[in-house]
């Protein structure tokens, strides 16, 4: 074949940018393991459905895989040394691994860092009232949602509740095949000629989003809200909670779904919270199954991005900085030059995703320079909103060593950016990173559909960015 071919299509072959699709490129036995790592990534999902339980399940397959909690490490006075792997868990909601290096801390780590927050509706510190023979409970939604996607689908209640005593009481309702479920209604046609003439942003509001909780009224003549009595009642029996409880509680409202294969032909992954657990889940796998690198490597994973990245458990927060002046510490010397010149030292993927092409929806990207459902890992240079505003603009020379990398190690990949110039836009924790002095860039899995109550990635996608931050844990320039 290779000799039919014209001058021009070599030099065109030669000379012109490609992205390539993964399907096409991978071996038999590659298809194989792209299909058995997702059905791994689909269980975690299950499990992992809010930052608690993705924080939780982190710490149970760290210390599986002969992680150590770097607080045990501090008490036992032990010393950090090259293959050593530690885990911190911040306030239940954030977690950052590391295996050490060959080399000092103070050279430099090679961080995947990704959030494992994800758009939901939490429920208000006072949720339960009664309208109408109706138990409800009020909501105050988190991230950026299109409201109208969240009613008439079967939803779960997740969190943790605080009483009185200080006694922590978990709730878990709507996973199981045999639990109920909630849901939020909406407004049937035949009366809706109102509704639908407004916007889609006003269809359904903040306010409007009452999570539908019960209808039996509890058996008393002499009460009134006989069916908030009733709910009430029923949280008590089983949490021993009452309704003052619920001000020291974060229960949130995600869909009753499980993840599922989407397409005849089983290349996709329909799931919740694939922004940006597609991303901490493949940065969590990589640090598990990488050998001692020559670099420190460490997966961070923050919450509160979806809001800002503001808090004790954001991006925003000092959490990194106080877990790599430990590593710097325990390794023999600590000093305030040391830990900063790890910083500026350090590389970092940003592990998040990116809007991928969805031909139902022409005109929203720049298909030049956008991401595709399939052709590998993504690298975003820069984000930010109209402009570049507000977000991180990797350097080239970073990114150039990363196509090498990427090209020694096999890895496909593509670049992206999120929709057109001045159509909005996005950031992702890169920048507070960036800000400390490291080399941050965007690099991660092209989502439809995000933010919706079921993201669809492609599992060839999963897989590589799987392989390209397992690559990077290990990346020495
Ligand atoms: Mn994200
Ligand atoms: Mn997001």
């Given at each position: 074949?290779?000799?039919?071919?014209?001058e021009?299509?070599?030099l065109?072959?030669?000379?012109?940018?490609?992205?390539?699709?993964v399907?096409?490129?991978?071996?038999?036995?590659?298809?194989k393991e792209?299909?058995?790592?997702c059905?791994?990534?689909?269980?975690?999902l299950?499990?992992a459905?809010?930052?608690?339980?993705f924080a939780?399940?982190?710490?149970?397959?760290?210390?599986?895989?002969?992680?150590?909690?770097?607080?045990?490490?501090?008490?036992?006075?032990k010393?950090?040394?090259?293959?050593?792997?530690?885990y911190?868990?911040i306030?239940?909601?954030?977690a950052i691994?590391?295996v050490i290096?060959?080399?000092?801390?103070?050279?430099?780590?090679?961080i995947?860092?990704?959030?494992?927050?994800?758009p939901?509706?939490?429920?208000?510190?006072?949720?339960?009232?009664?309208d109408?023979?109706?138990?409800?409970?009020?909501?105050?939604y988190?991230g950026?949602?299109?409201?109208?996607?969240w009613v008439t689908?079967?939803l779960a209640l997740h969190?943790?509740?605080i009483k009185?005593?200080g006694?922590t009481?978990?709730i878990?309702?709507?996973?199981?095949e045999?639990?109920?479920?909630?849901?939020?209604?909406?407004?049937?046609?035949?009366?809706?000629?109102e509704?639908?003439?407004k916007?889609a942003s006003?269809?359904?509001?903040?306010e409007?989003?009452n999570?539908?909780?019960?209808?039996?009224?509890?058996n008393?003549?002499?009460?009134?809200?006989?069916v908030k009595?009733?709910i009430?009642?029923?949280?008590?029996?089983?949490y021993?909670?009452?309704?003052?409880?619920?001000?020291s509680?974060?229960?949130?409202?995600v869909?009753?779904?499980?993840?599922?294969d989407?397409?005849?032909?089983?290349?996709?992954?329909?799931?919740y919270?694939?922004?940006?657990?597609v991303c901490?889940?493949?940065?969590l796998?990589?640090?598990?199954?990488?050998?001692?690198?020559?670099?420190?490597?460490?997966?961070?994973?923050?919450?509160k991005?979806?809001?800002g990245?503001?808090?004790?458990t954001?991006?925003?927060?000092?959490?990194?900085?106080n877990?790599l002046a430990?590593l710097?510490?325990?390794e023999g010397?600590y000093?305030?030059l040391?830990l900063r010149?790890?910083?500026s030292?350090?590389?970092?993927?940003?592990?998040?995703?990116?809007?991928?092409?969805?031909?139902?929806?022409e005109g929203?990207?720049?298909k030049?320079n956008?991401?595709?459902a399939?052709?590998?890992?993504?690298?975003?240079?820069?984000?930010?909103?109209?402009?570049?505003?507000g977000?991180?603009d990797?350097n080239?020379?970073?990114?150039?060593?990363?196509?090498?990398?990427?090209?020694?190690?096999d890895i496909?990949?593509?670049?992206?950016?999120l929709g057109?110039?001045?159509?909005?836009?996005?950031?992702?924790i890169?920048?507070f990173?960036?800000?400390?002095g490291?080399?941050?860039v965007?690099?991660?899995v092209?989502?439809l559909?995000?933010h919706s109550?079921?993201?669809?990635?492609?599992k060839?996608?999963v897989?590589?960015?799987?392989?390209?931050y397992k690559?990077f844990?290990s990346?020495?320039?």
């Amino acid at each position: 074949m290779e000799e039919n071919k014209t001058e021009g299509q070599k030099l065109q072959e030669k000379l012109a940018y490609k992205a390539k699709n993964v399907w096409e490129k991978v071996s038999d036995e590659e298809r194989k393991e792209i299909f058995s790592f997702c059905e791994d990534y689909k269980k975690f999902l299950d499990v992992a459905k809010t930052e608690r339980e993705f924080a939780r399940e982190t710490e149970r397959v760290a210390v599986e895989n002969g992680f150590v909690s770097l607080d045990e490490l501090i008490n036992s006075g032990k010393k950090l040394i090259p293959g050593t792997k530690v885990y911190k868990i911040i306030r239940n909601k954030a977690a950052i691994l590391a295996v050490i290096g060959k080399q000092p801390a103070s050279c430099g780590v090679n961080i995947v860092g990704a959030h494992i927050d994800a758009p939901r509706i939490d429920l208000k510190q006072n949720p339960v009232y009664e309208d109408t023979d109706l138990a409800f409970a009020k909501t105050h939604y988190y991230g950026g949602i299109k409201k109208y996607q969240w009613v008439t689908i079967p939803l779960a209640l997740h969190g943790v509740v605080i009483k009185g005593n200080g006694e922590t009481v978990e709730i878990k309702i709507g996973e199981d095949e045999n639990d109920p479920v909630f849901t939020i209604t909406d407004l049937l046609p035949h009366l809706a000629a109102e509704q639908m003439q407004k916007k889609a942003s006003e269809v359904v509001t903040g306010e409007g989003l009452n999570v539908l909780f019960g209808s039996i009224p509890y058996n008393d003549e002499k009460v009134k809200e006989k069916v908030k009595l009733n709910i009430l009642n029923l949280l008590y029996e089983k949490y021993g909670i009452t309704e003052e409880d619920f001000v020291s509680a974060e229960l949130e409202i995600v869909p009753a779904l499980k993840a599922k294969d989407v397409g005849l032909d089983r290349g996709l992954v329909g799931a919740y919270g694939q922004d940006d657990r597609v991303c901490a889940y493949t940065a969590l796998r990589a640090i598990l199954d990488i050998d001692t690198p020559e670099k420190t490597a460490v997966c961070l994973l923050t919450d509160k991005e979806e809001v800002g990245s503001m808090g004790n458990t954001g991006a925003q927060s000092t959490m990194l900085e106080n877990f790599l002046a430990f590593l710097c510490s325990l390794e023999g010397e600590y000093s305030d030059l040391l830990l900063r010149k790890c910083l500026s030292q350090t590389r970092m993927l940003s592990a998040d995703v990116n809007a991928a092409v969805d031909p139902n929806y022409e005109g929203t990207h720049d298909k030049k320079n956008a991401c595709y459902a399939g052709k590998g890992v993504v690298l975003t240079k820069y984000s930010g909103v109209r402009g570049k505003a507000g977000g991180s603009d990797a350097n080239a020379e970073f990114i150039g060593e990363l196509r090498q990398m990427f090209k020694n190690n096999d890895i496909i990949w593509q670049t992206g950016e999120l929709g057109k110039v001045d159509l909005g836009g996005g950031g992702t924790i890169a920048l507070f990173v960036a800000n400390l002095g490291a080399e941050v860039v965007d690099c991660g899995v092209a989502v439809l559909a995000m933010h919706s109550p079921f993201e669809i990635t492609s599992k060839a996608d999963v897989y590589m960015t799987y392989r390209a931050y397992k690559a990077f844990y290990s990346f020495i320039k």
